[in-house]
């Protein structure tokens, strides 16, 4: 009989022989479980005198939070970006396949495309909690069609837009339902960006600044204005300039409002980004670095030919550019690998690498007190890695949903 009946008659997992990543910290603690959320274990002893019913042996693992991809277009076959009827089955691979490389929430992410795309798919993402049936939806992220023509990148130019007729009315005619997006990627020197982004933010959607040309004072206004996140800083922007170094000179700015911190995303693969960049740009704002894969639906399969919404893009190893050209579109690599690439360029920390996909990202999107953490009363979303930063099993809301074959526990 459970020994802590005058709370909740459910299971007490605890999980030993750990290192558990809490207050930046891998510390040498037991995770304890009960209902799908961390417990404190001296609540459970000393106020309900209770004691675990079920222990786990993690055979020397570190225990991270699951992963939070926010840019991922689609992977394993599936392109977010093409209006099929059945978009969920295609969501339902993508969340399943990406529990083996640790991510356990993601925001599924949509490449410019006509409004009738937008149309289609949109009402067909729900946010939902993840399972066994796969990682959990955060919202989707609207990566266009209002960005720049000049740093387009593998978007196409025929459907780019504008904010000039209407402004907030011009994005709601795009998009038609708002209430599943939860990032905007938009250029922030198009005319009345400023009140889409005021827009976007009182609805609670986060903007992010992206494949634009601003510069460094358009994009502290729009920071002002509410936008908190870089999508994949130095790709798809002005390079660094030192007299006017553009949105990249956001990690820097003396111009950020008081107790706002900018977030930037990193696609962290050893082709977006040379790794001296990487190195910069993380020794410049090492807590705004997120890492995303930015992965397209031919992550996870042979190299070859493959979409991204209405472009047709090639995979060789790990580039991926546009069918007959140099443009970069996308990534192939897998959040666990960017982790790892991202830990080995920098040599930063191991907590460091694993706080750049799980605790960043959940405070981008304001949802730390659930996710991110392996704080008390959090969901236990977690992973269970080697010493080399491979995954050995996946936990979402305490329940394992993927495990490596010859690790049990
Ligand atoms: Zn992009």
């Known amino acids: 009989m459970p020994s802590n009946k005058s709370v909740s008659d459910a299971p007490i997992f605890q999980f030993t022989n750990c290192r558990i990543l809490r207050s930046h910290q891998l510390q040498r603690e037991d995770l ?31 225990i991270a939070p699951g992963f939070i991809d926010v840019q991922i277009n689609g992977g394993f076959g599936v392109d977010f970006s093409l209006a099929a009827d059945d978009v969920q089955s295609g969501i339902s691979v993508v969340s399943q396949k ?25 009402p067909q993402i729900s946010i939902r909690n993840g399972g066994p049936h796969g990682a959990g939806i955060l919202g989707a992220h609207l990566e266009g069609p209002f ?14 837009s504008t904010f000039e007729s209407g402004a907030f009315q011009d994005l709601l005619a795009t998009y038609r339902h708002l ?24 609805r609670g959607i986060c903007v992010s600044l992206g494949h634009s040309v601003a510069n460094l004072s358009q994009a502290e206004e ?34 950020i409002p008081a107790r706002r911190r900018v977030f ?43 979409t991204l919404g209405q472009q047709v893009i090639e995979v060789d190893g790990l580039n991926t550019y546009i069918a007959g050209t140099k443009t970069l579109s996308g990534s192939v690599a897998t959040m666990d690998s960017c982790v790892r690439h991202f830990l080995e360029a920098t040599g930063c920390t191991v907590e460091t690498a ?29 992973l269970l890695l080697d010493n080399s930063l491979q995954v050995r099993a996946t936990y979402i809301a305490g329940e394992r949903v993927w495990s490596q074959d010859t690790f049990t526990i």
């Open 32 to 62: 304890w479980v009960r209902e799908g959320k961390i417990l404190n274990p001296e609540k459970l002893f000393f106020d309900e005198k209770g004691s675990a019913d079920i222990h786990l042996d993690c055979k020397d693992s570190i």
């Open 98 to 122: 990406i529990l083996s490389h640790g991510v356990t929430s993601f925001c599924p992410t949509l490449v410019t495309s006509p409004p009738s795309v937008y149309h289609k798919v949109l």
């Open 147 to 160: 960005i720049s023509k000049e740093k387009k990148g593998a978007h196409p130019e025929h459907y780019l």
């Open 179 to 202: 209430d599943c997006v939860r990032i905007v990627t938009l250029a922030p020197e198009m005319k009345r960006s400023s009140e889409v982004i005021q827009e976007l933010t009182r």
């Open 222 to 255: 729009a920071v002002r204005h509410g936008a908190t996140f870089i999508t994949h800083l130095f790709n798809a922007m002005l390079p660094f300039h030192h007299r006017d170094p553009g949105i990249v000179g956001l990690l820097t700015s003396d111009q």
């Open 264 to 306: 930037y995303g990193m696609i962290s693969d050893g082709i977006h980004t040379n790794p001296a960049a990487l190195r910069i740009a993380h020794r410049a704002h090492p807590k705004g670095l997120v890492l995303v894969t930015d992965a397209i639906a031919g992550m996870g399969l042979a190299p070859g030919k493959h």
């Open 354 to 382: 694993l706080e750049a996909a799980s605790l960043h990202p959940a405070q981008l999107l304001g949802i730390e007190h659930q996710k991110g953490t392996l704080n008390y009363d959090n969901d236990a979303d977690f």
